[in-house]
């Protein structure tokens, strides 16, 4: 049981990627910049991209087969009656993103489905409401889905910081990951560091804004957190943030280690580490990023049971919530490892023409043409083992998505 008897947690995590990747050594050079400025001032190594067959729902699907592998007589399916999917870069402005997740899945029809959107925030409310469900009605579980495919506009100072990623949390009263902790620190203040008006295929950023509204934002959610009498941040094993591009995680937690025993320092700045793994890879999953940063710190620290894990939540516009999460037995087995690393092993390099032929098929006006762009209608065909689900195209304007039976 967590504090106050509360017992809703993660049941299971996994997360998925994009098929293909851009180097930022090569993005360094078509901009004229030193590789050093993304690979060590931002901390980025490579970013993932999504086919054009791919995007946040296909992902997101890839990222909920793995959770529910095993479940072979719909026992766990059967008991999902809320899925939240969480997004900022979703594929209609009506029709929720996880109503095909939930037909592709076989998720029953009594079923409460629904997208959320606060930027980078959403996916920790969704977790915040699922738990709540869960509260009201242990037998039952529900389905957390945050997805999202970042991508700015060629040539502005975020393009490094682009990236894709999707990542599923079932949420249950068997919490074999996690108790999330029900005391978190919250802090809401509407700013204008980053927005995407209706129009827009790409964000409008702020980027020197952006990183002092989200270390202001964890300053006062830390300071709310704190007069909330939650557990000791002074006892927690490690942390993971919001994590846009790894050097933002670096900076939020020397800002954290102000108020931390030095010898807290050198362990803290291990675990960071052990939290950006994936990240540095992926780049920015928005939605997604602070819980593949937990599932990398989970994956790659040395932890045991019973740590507690304090995680910073950041959605520009802006809000941010400060909670923590403790660890339970055996807690590994429920992670999902091989399968969500296999996908970064199996993405292919895009060339840098092929990397600019995506970015404009991505944002290009109206529906995406793929026969504009050759270069890309050759990758789109390549087979990839163990992708199982696929965006076809359109019919009247309505997406069309089918599975398909794996290559394993
Ligand atoms: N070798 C090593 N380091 C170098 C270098 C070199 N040759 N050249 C520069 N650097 C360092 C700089 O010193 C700097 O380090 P510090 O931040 O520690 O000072 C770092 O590289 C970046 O350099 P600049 O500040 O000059 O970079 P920039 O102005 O071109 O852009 C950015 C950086 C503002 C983060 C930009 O990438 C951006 O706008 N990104 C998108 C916005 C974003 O992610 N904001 C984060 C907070 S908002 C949020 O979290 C929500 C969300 O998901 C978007």
Redesign the pocket.
């Known amino acids: 049981m967590g504090i106050s008897g509360q017992s809703a947690g993660i049941e299971r995590i996994s997360w998925s990627t994009g098929h293909l990747f851009f180097d930022l050594e090569d993005l360094a050079q078509m901009r004229g910049?030193?590789a050093?400025?993304y690979t060590?001032?931002?901390g980025q190594k490579q970013m993932s991209f999504c086919l054009p067959s791919e995007d946040v729902v296909t992902m997101a699907c890839e990222a909920c087969y793995d959770l529910l592998a095993g479940d072979d007589h719909g026992e766990i399916r059967n008991s999902i009656r809320l899925l939240i999917f969480a997004t900022e870069s979703s594929v209609d402005q009506s029709k929720a993103a996880g109503m095909w997740v939930h037909r592709l899945l076989g998720l029953p029809s009594s079923c409460r489905v629904v997208e959320m959107k606060q930027?980078?925030y959403s996916t920790t409310a969704a977790v915040r409401l699922a738990t709540s469900h869960v509260e009201m009605f242990p037998e039952e579980r529900a389905l957390v889905i945050g997805s999202d495919e970042?991508i700015?506009s060629l040539e502005?100072?975020?393009?490094?910081?682009q990236g894709a990623g999707a990542v599923a949390l079932l949420i249950s009263s068997k919490a074999n990951v996690a108790l999330i902790d029900p005391i978190a620190g919250l802090h809401s203040e509407e700013s204008n560091?980053?927005w995407r008006p209706n129009r827009h295929k790409t964000?409008i950023?702020?980027?020197?804004l952006?990183?002092r509204?989200?270390l202001n934002s964890m300053k006062q959610a830390i300071a709310d957190y704190h007069s909330r009498s939650g557990p000791s941040i002074n006892s927690f094993a490690g942390f993971c943030f919001?994590t846009?591009?790894p050097?933002?995680a670096h900076?939020a937690l020397h800002q954290l280690l102000k108020q931390l025993p030095e010898e807290k320092e050198k362990p803290l700045k291990e675990q960071l580490k052990n939290s950006l793994t994936y990240c540095e890879k992926i780049g920015?999953c928005?939605s997604a990023?602070l819980w593949i940063a937990f599932a990398s710190t989970l994956n790659h620290g040395e932890l045991i049971d019973g740590d507690r894990i304090g995680l910073f939540s950041?959605?520009?516009g802006s809000v941010g919530e400060f909670l923590s999460v403790s660890l339970q037995p055996g807690f590994s087995q429920y992670l999902h490892r091989g399968s969500s690393e296999k996908r970064i092993m199996q993405r292919k390099p895009l060339s840098k023409e092929e990397y600019t032929a995506l970015h404009r098929f991505k944002t290009s006006d109206g529906e995406p043409d793929l026969s504009q762009e050759p270069v890309l209608e050759e990758m789109n065909q390549q087979p990839f083992p163990s992708r199982r689900f696929y965006f076809i195209g359109h019919e009247g304007g309505a997406r069309l998505y089918e599975e398909r039976d794996a290559r394993v």
Not at 156 to 161: F, I, L, R
Not at 205 to 208: C, P, S
Request: proline share 8%; charged share 20%.
């Open positions: 910049q030193e050093e400025k060590q001032g931002i930027a980078c970042a700015y502005t100072a975020a393009e490094p910081t560091d980053f964000p950023v702020d980027g020197k952006s990183t509204c989200y919001h846009p591009f050097k933002m900076k920015n928005y990023s950041y959605g520009s």
